[in-house]
């Protein structure tokens, strides 16, 4: 899944006419980005929620023959946020996988990469994980709290607040979310938080309820925000004749 329904409200004047996955990085728009990355790696069928300028999206889509995979739209009338987004295209996951739990990946659409997913998915499947979430040793506005073990078990704002903790670990490392997440079927119906709401919140709950979500250490990767025009004009600049990506 590809979330790219938000306002993209810090990347203004550049979504001020578009949707923020259309926003371009040295000629290419940021959900083409993401789609080749995930052609790469050997991924065929993506759903793509949307909201501001939702047809631009779905028009781009069409012009571009789906780049060649099967691409679903989930359209959000109300901004759903990344647990309410994922939440209603659950049924993409469920399709016909009654005995199945197979794994999925969650990607911000302002984001890119080069963390490698086919580790971080091998590290998810062979520690039977509920969800598996690239992190950094980075500085952030919101931070997890992982244990010893490299399992959630709070969250922080800023530097000098009170964390939050749904377990009581021996020690913990404060580490920064990459909008980067793998997933197992079901987590899904474990998402009882109701309408608009962050997956934060839900993994933060079943963690505290003993379920395991991982951190997938991630500080040896290219990583780029592109939240902010600033940001988008960094990584043009980085990626200026450099093949690291698809």
């Not at 690239?134 to 992982?146: G, I």
């Amino acid at each position: 899944m590809i979330l790219a329904a938000g306002l993209g409200t810090r990347l203004r004047p550049l979504t001020d006419n578009r949707p923020k996955a259309l926003v371009e990085v040295a000629g290419r728009t940021l959900l083409e980005i993401t789609l080749s990355r995930l052609r790469t790696l050997g991924i065929r069928e993506v759903i793509v929620n949307v909201h501001h300028f939702a047809d631009m999206v779905v028009d781009y889509l069409k012009a571009n023959d789906n780049f060649g995979m099967r691409i679903e739209v989930s359209r959000e009338d109300v901004l759903l946020d990344t647990g309410g987004g994922l939440k209603k295209a659950a049924w993409f996951f469920l399709e016909g996988s009654n005995s199945s739990d197979k794994p999925f990946l969650v990607h911000n659409v302002d984001v890119i990469s080069t963390i490698d997913l086919p580790r971080m998915l091998q590290s998810h499947t062979a520690r039977r994980a509920l969800a598996t979430l690239a992190v950094q040793d980075r500085e952030t506005s919101r931070y997890l709290l992982f244990d010893e073990n490299n399992e959630l078990c709070g969250r922080r704002s800023g530097h000098d607040k009170q964390p939050e903790l749904v377990r009581s670990p021996k020690s913990t490392q404060t580490l920064a979310f990459s909008g980067i997440h793998i997933i197992s079927p079901r987590f899904l119906p474990m998402m009882s938080e109701p309408g608009v709401f962050s997956i934060i919140n839900s993994y933060l709950r079943v963690a505290g309820q003993g379920e395991k979500i991982l951190a997938f250490r991630a500080d040896e990767y290219y990583w780029r925000d592109l939240g902010k025009p600033e940001n988008v004009a960094q990584a043009a600049q980085e990626l200026q004749g450099k093949a690291f990506l698809p």
